[in-house]
Every structure is written in C-alpha cells, then in structure tokens.
C-alpha cells in the first residue's frame, strides 16, 4: 500500500513512469496533510499555558483533524486503484458485442468510481477548512504559520482533487450524471478559493 511507505520510497514511485500515485493520490495526501497541521496546532494550544479556556474545544478539534487525517490518507490509495479499475476496464477483450458491452458498462462504471474518489477528497477537506478556520482564530498564536499553511494545502487538496473529477467526467456518458457532478465541482471551487483568500486575510505577516 502506498499509504505505508516510506516518505522517499513514496516520492521515488510518484517521480517514476509509473501512473499511479499521480494527481489524485497527491491531493488526497495534500488534505491529509492539511489535517495533520490542524490537529497538531489544536493540541499545541490545548497544552498551552494562558490558553486554557480552549482546551477542551482544542481536544474536540484535534480528534475530529485525527479523523479527518485517517480518512484522507486511504484515499491516497483509494485513487490509485480506482485509476487501475479504469485501466483494467479498457484492457477487457471486445471481441463480440456481448464481451464490448460488458466491456463497455465496466469503463463506464470504473470512471463513475474514479471521479466521486476525488469528489469525496475534495468534499471533507473543504469540511477541514472549517477546522483550520478556528485553530486559526483560537489557536496558539506562534503556529500561525502552519494553519495558513493547512489553509492553502487544503485548497491545494480540493482543487487538485476536482481537476480528477472533471477529466473523469470528459468519458463519463451518463449525461445527467456528468451534469449533477458538474455542478458540485463548480460549487466546491469557488468555496474553496473564497475559503483559502478569507482565512489568509485573518492573519498579517
């Protein structure tokens, strides 16, 4: 599994000819990590002297970033084995009607997956946004940097994320599909780019 190896193992593989891990996986990594920089300011600040009046509303943070964090990094190999579902789906014999509409239904299918993995990726990591927003606000004042740095990988995370949804939806035939996924892009780009350009306003280097 991707997830478990080591980080220069990691970067070796995605630097390879190898497809996979490729956008998808990065941005599921980049909200994961996002995650982890909103927990870890949320315990920095919960064990904080002077900040004690947001110790427990820090410890609920931290351990929503915790799930937030885990949930993000199975879908780094979430994303590469749907990319390895469609691939698959194309390498499947057509060689009648009965075998290239089977053929057919299983693409059809493993592109429907493939876009609503990074659907999902970019749909909690903008709920993570939420999180950064606070630890930023309430958070101990000398991680400051890393929440704006949790803010823009988040945003990183969704619109990278949605570029894999997109061109997953280019081969996707179900037109009212297509048309309802579309729409959620569009929503959750311009959140997330409205997210990102706030909460950098909050804090003046």
Same mark, same amino acid.
């Given at each position: 599994?991707l997830?478990?190896?080591k ?47 947001t ?33 698959s789906?194309?390498k499947m ?12 239904r299983a693409?059809?299918?493993a592109?429907?997956? !493939?876009?609503?993995?990074? &659907?999902?990726?970019a749909s909690?990591? #903008? /709920?993570?946004? $939420?999180?950064?927003?606070? =630890?930023? %606000? ?9 929440g ?8 990183? !995370?969704?619109?990278?994320? &949605?570029?894999?949804?997109k061109?997953? #939806? /280019?081969?996707? $035939?179900?037109t009212?599909y =297509?048309? %309802?996924?579309k ?21 003046n &280097?």
């Amino acid at each position: 599994m991707l997830i478990e190896m080591k980080l220069n193992a990691f970067l070796d593989k995605t630097a390879s000819s190898d497809p996979v891990p490729g956008g998808g996986s990065i941005s599921a990594l980049a909200g994961a990590s996002a995650a982890g920089l909103v927990e870890m300011i949320a315990n920095i600040t919960a064990g904080g002297k002077g900040l004690e009046a947001t110790k427990t509303e820090m410890k609920e943070i931290s351990g929503k970033a915790a799930a937030f964090r885990e949930r993000l990094s199975e879908c780094i190999d979430r994303d590469s084995k749907a990319y390895n579902q469609v691939i698959s789906s194309f390498k499947m014999p057509k060689n009648n009607d009965a075998q290239a509409k089977t053929r057919t239904r299983a693409i059809q299918a493993a592109l429907k997956h !493939a876009a609503e993995v990074p &659907l999902w990726v970019a749909s909690e990591t #903008l /709920k993570l946004m $939420t999180l950064a927003e606070i =630890v930023l %606000k309430k958070g101990n004042p000398n991680a400051v940097t890393d929440g704006l740095v949790a803010v823009m990988m988040a945003r990183t !995370a969704i619109l990278g994320a &949605l570029c894999n949804v997109k061109i997953n #939806l /280019k081969s996707i $035939t179900d037109t009212s599909y =297509v048309s %309802k996924l579309k729409a959620q892009v569009r929503e959750m780009e311009t959140t997330a780019m409205k997210k990102e350009k706030d909460l950098l306003a909050l804090v003046n &280097l």
